[in-house]
Each structure stands twice: as structure tokens, then as C-alpha cells.
């Protein structure tokens, strides 16, 4: 029996998740649905990992060429050891592994997503993540043109509800950190495009640019900066959590901002 044939019926024998857990066909890759992929990528990766080349490591490792390369290898990403040490080569087979479970293939992985990817959803979302990170054998899913993306149109509310949702009924909590000293403080984002404060004094307004990038300032604050801008992506907010620090940014030299979602409003 050749060595293959023998591994075979290892797998046969083992168990069918070990080696046929998740098979994703090239053909399953090329016809998979490109807006699918994005919109479940922007809902469950996107606030961790970016895609493109020379894009930051963000809690994640950015994911450029991730496909056929080694494990745990990003410059300047520090992985936890069963990552770091893995020699596993990214398939598209073994990445959908990984999001059915991350634990179970490492399990001191510190990537932790609240739910696993469901199935219906995986060809679509690792097809998506080959094609953005230009993986070798691209499969060669149709990429609709910005024209055809017509759901845009739609208000907020219906394109992310859930982002909506999120915000616009719960509190956002802050801890700015500047040279002076520190300030922590409630901001209620309104669907007015307004947003309120705990501080009297401090107000603020947002808006969606067409990039679907939430963008927001907050003005008449006590501290040396009085002021500052910041931008997300509106897909970062999709799935809801709550915790009173969720990220942390940056956004003017020498001031440290660091913000998170409580449930509710006063
Ligand atoms: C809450 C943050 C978070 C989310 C959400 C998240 N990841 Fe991760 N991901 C991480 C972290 C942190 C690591 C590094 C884990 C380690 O070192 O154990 C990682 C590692 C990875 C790796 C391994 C990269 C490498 O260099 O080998 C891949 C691939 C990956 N994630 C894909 C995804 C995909 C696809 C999704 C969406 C379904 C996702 N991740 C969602 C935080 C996240």
C-alpha cells in the first residue's frame, strides 16, 4: 500500500473531523459569493485583522499572503506559543477548520470570536479572504463593481442594524489619557447625528462617509486637547459587545484614548 493510500485510511479510521472536517473544493471557491464573504469578514473579522498589503497587525495579524505560508510567521505580531511554534502550512481547508473552532486546533490561541463561522458561510468568507490577500491560486469569485452595490442607498439603520442598535441605544464609555492627566467620562451617540456627554460642556456630532467609515468629534473637552476626531469602520461595531475597554487609539499625538460599550443609557 503506498503512503498515501495508508493515510487515507488513517483518516478513515481516526475520526472523519481530523481530516475531512471541512472540505472547501476549488470549485465551491470560484463560484462563492464575493458580497457574502465581505459582509461576514467586515461582522467577524474585520475588527482584528486587516487584508491588504503593508496594512497594520491590529489585535490580529494582518492577513496579506497568509495563504501557503506558515503559521504564526507576520513581522511584527506576537502569537501566542502554539501558533508561534506551529509549521502547519494556511490551506483553505485548514482556515476553515481554525473558525469552526479556533480553540480546538490551538488552544492557547488568544484569537477568541464569539461564535464559530457558521457553515453556510464558510466558502464564501475564506474565498473572500484568498481573493483580498492575493493567495496563489486565487479562485475567481466575481467582484461586483461599486455601481452594483446598490443597497448604499438603504438609511444606516437597515444596511448595519445591528452597528445601529449597538450605539445608538447603549453608552460608550472613554478614558482619554493625555500628558496632563486623565478623564474618563459617557457619550451618548443620537440618531440625530448628535452626541451627548456626561460632561457638561462636551458635545459632539458623527456621520458615515462613503466608505462606510464612522466618524466622529468630540469638542469642548477640560484637558489641554480640547477636541478630537476619530474614524472606524461601521462593520467593526456589527457584533455587539459590551466591556468598558474595547479598543484603543490614538487619535492625536500624545493622547491615548481608550473606549468600550456599557449596556444601556441612564
Ligand atoms: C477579537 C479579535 C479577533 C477576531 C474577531 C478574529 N481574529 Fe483572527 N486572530 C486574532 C489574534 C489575536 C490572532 C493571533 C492568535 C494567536 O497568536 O494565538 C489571530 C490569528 C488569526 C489567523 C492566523 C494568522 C497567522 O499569522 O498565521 C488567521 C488566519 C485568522 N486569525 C483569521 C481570522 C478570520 C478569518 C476571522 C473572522 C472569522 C478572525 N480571524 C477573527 C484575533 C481575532
Known sequence: MRIRDCVF???????????????????ALDNADYISGKTTFQQRCSACHTLAE???NLVGPNLWHIFDQTIGKVTGFSYSEGMKESELI?????MANFLQDPQKLFPDTR????EPV???????????????????????VEKPQPSQLVNSELPLSDRFPSFWNHLMTNTT???????????????????????????????????VNEKDMFCYAL????????????CFPVAAMAIPRFARELWRSEPQQGLKLYGGILPGRP
Open 173 to 207: 464609555h472613554y478614558r482619554l489619557v493625555a500628558a496632563e492627566g486623565e478623564l474618563e467620562f459617557d457619550a451618548y451617540f443620537n440618531t440625530n447625528g448628535s452626541v451627548g456627554t456626561s460632561l457638561k460642556g462636551v458635545q459632539g456630532f458623527w456621520h
Open 219 to 230: 469638542y469642548g473637552l477640560p484637558t489641554l486637547i480640547q477636541e478630537f476626531v476619530e
Open 118 to 140: 457558521p457553515a453556510n458561510f464558510m466558502t464564501d468568507l475564506v474565498a473572500f479572504v484568498m481573493f483580498e490577500t492575493d493567495a496563489a491560486d486565487k479562485p475567481k
Open 54 to 56: 503593508n496594512s497594520a
Open 9 to 27: 485510511f488513517l483518516c478513515l479510521i481516526l475520526t472523519q473531523t481530523l481530516c475531512f472536517a471541512s472540505e472547501l473544493s476549488s470549485e
Open 90 to 94: 494556511w490551506t483553505p481547508d485548514l
Open 111 to 114: 484569537m477568541f470570536i464569539p
